[in-house]
């Protein structure tokens, strides 16, 4: 058995939790909108053609915001062809998923979906094949009162009432080569400006991210946010970071060390950003918006694995099946951005549904929570808090992760991996809330906890995800295969709690007054 140790207080905090730091994201991408959350004729569908069984389990996982509708897509749609009488609409080629885009369901739905599930909307403009009045028109349509061309068309489209919308994006992905209208820094970084000028004139309220790097390993890393930011650092309040993991290696303990480089990453632009501000004198913190986070490597290479011939109309690509190793990757990306409160106020998990998602559907069939469900579900729902700092103690390991966009580079040599990752918030209602990943795949490992400053805290739930079989998966016919289990032998002795985290396992302890 391994142990590990950790001390902690209740006043040392690290920052509270931004409700918006347990977002997720839908985009116009395989079955995510179409069989996904909207799918008219389903039996669990209403008037509008949300999926109701979609619906329940989205407000189990309990998203707070959800991007929208791109991701790649976005680069290359016109806003205007998702509003206005369905019949209308134009069917389009998707440059960016090579499928065809029946417009059915746009702007006006997602917004009711959104009220309609109590999640805050955030949207995408495409600064890929359009450009700063485009942006500025969509920002009107969706949320001036009226009075003007395109709030009068927003009201002759039926909603009557502003969106309100207050989170917008500045592109997609404008540095990868893969990009619809991909751009240099420099390109980029003017006509972010230069949308987020006339977008922000267009509704004062708006609060704006610029696209930041599309993962760690891009070689334009550091460099690209340094020049984004000289353009825009007096016109957004966020930068973006994207990251996918993968376990292309087949490579356990290095995949499941693989979070701990999100850490890195997220440390290096808050440096790049605050360097921004010091090149200023300016106090200004800009903030970290995390909007693409997942595992996803069995759907992404090669190339058939994303695109289905003949432009079909929401194809089942990137259906990854999440296994019960990625659940624990998947947890330790969540410690991740726990740990990173302060500055990490805004983070989506890519995607919502069957495209790389915690939730999957069949086709007219059921609806079921796949592995990675539950870490999100439970950070979603004990993590809102003052993430407290942490004195850990844990033996190490050495690993090699493989980052696949460098085919060309080494595995990055990881040294020094604690085998324990974890977090730690305390809740409003005065209670703590646990979350560890045991990282050692053949041993338990006891968990020692010194909670300083907490008196009087009984333990109220405690739960392990884990399974004898690291490919365990959840499907439609064994939904419940991967699914936190209950965790005996958890116990709290005056300032200490003691608990034994089985191997390869994610735990969560919230421990509540009284
Ligand atoms: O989430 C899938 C895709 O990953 C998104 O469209 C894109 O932004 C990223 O590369």
Request: glycine fraction near 8%; charged fraction near 20%; aromatic fraction near 10%.
């Amino acid at each position: 058995m391994r142990k590990s140790h950790v001390l902690l207080d209740r006043d040392f905090t690290i920052g509270t939790t931004d409700p918006r730091l347990f977002g997720a994201f839908i985009e116009h991408l395989g079955r995510c909108v179409y069989g996904g959350i909207f799918e008219p004729g389903h039996p669990t569908a209403d008037a509008k053609g949300f999926r109701q069984d979609v619906m329940a389990l989205v407000r189990e996982l309990a998203p707070t915001i959800m991007r929208y509708p791109g991701g790649n897509f976005v680069s290359g749609y016109n806003w205007e062809d998702g509003v206005g009488p369905v019949a209308e609409r134009p069917a389009r080629l998707d440059y960016a998923w090579f499928s065809t885009e029946p417009n059915t369901f746009g702007t006006n739905e997602f917004i009711d979906w959104c009220r309609a599930t109590g999640i805050e909307p955030m949207l995408a403009v495409n600064l890929g094949t359009r450009g700063p009045q485009d942006a500025g028109y969509f920002v009107e349509y969706c949320n001036h009162p009226g009075g003007t061309h395109y709030s009068e068309l927003r009201k002759r489209h039926g909603w009557t009432e502003p969106h309100g919308v207050k989170f917008w994006c500045l592109g997609n992905e404008m540095d990868g080569p893969w990009q619809t209208g991909a751009k240099t820094a420099t390109e980029y970084g003017r006509i972010a400006a230069e949308a987020a000028k006339i977008m922000r004139w267009a509704d004062s309220s708006i609060q704006l991210a610029a696209c930041g790097s599309s993962g760690r390993n891009m070689d334009t890393f550091g460099a690209w946010e340094q020049t984004v930011l000289d353009h825009t650092f007096d016109h957004v309040e966020w930068i973006s970071l994207h990251t996918y993991l993968n376990n292309y290696a087949a490579d356990t303990p290095a995949f499941l060390a693989s979070p701990d480089l999100m850490d890195s990453f997220i440390e290096e632009v808050v440096a790049i950003a605050d360097a921004a501000a010091a090149r200023r004198r300016s106090g200004k913190r800009i903030m970290l918006s995390f909007d693409e986070w997942n595992v996803w490597y069995r759907t992404r290479r090669p190339r058939e694995n994303r695109v289905k011939p003949g432009w079909p109309v929401a194809p089942p690509i990137l259906e990854e099946i999440y296994n019960m190793q990625d659940a624990l990757a998947f947890g330790g990306a969540c410690i991740s951005l726990l740990n990173h409160a302060d500055r990490v106020r805004c983070a989506c998990l890519a995607q919502l549904v069957n495209v790389i998602a915690p939730i999957m559907t069949e086709t007219g069939g059921p609806a079921w929570r796949q592995t990675i469900f539950h870490p999100f579900a439970q950070m979603s729902r004990l993590g809102r808090g003052a993430v407290l700092r942490t004195q850990i103690e844990s033996d190490t390991y050495s690993a090699a992760y493989y980052d696949p966009r460098a085919l060309t580079d080494p595995p990055i040599p990881m040294p020094a991996v604690p085998y324990l990752k974890f977090s730690a918030v305390r809740n409003d209602d005065g209670g703590l809330s646990l979350f560890a990943l045991n990282r050692d795949l053949r041993d338990g490992m006891t968990l020692e906890v010194d909670i300083r400053g907490f008196g009087g805290l009984r333990v109220a739930e405690a739960t392990s995800l884990h399974h004898s079989d690291l490919d365990a998966i959840n499907s439609k016919d064994s939904p419940d295969n991967v699914s936190p289990q209950p965790l005996a032998g958890v116990v709290v002795n005056g300032a200490t709690l003691a608990a034994e985290l089985p191997p390869a396992s994610w735990t969560v302890i919230s421990l509540r007054p009284g």
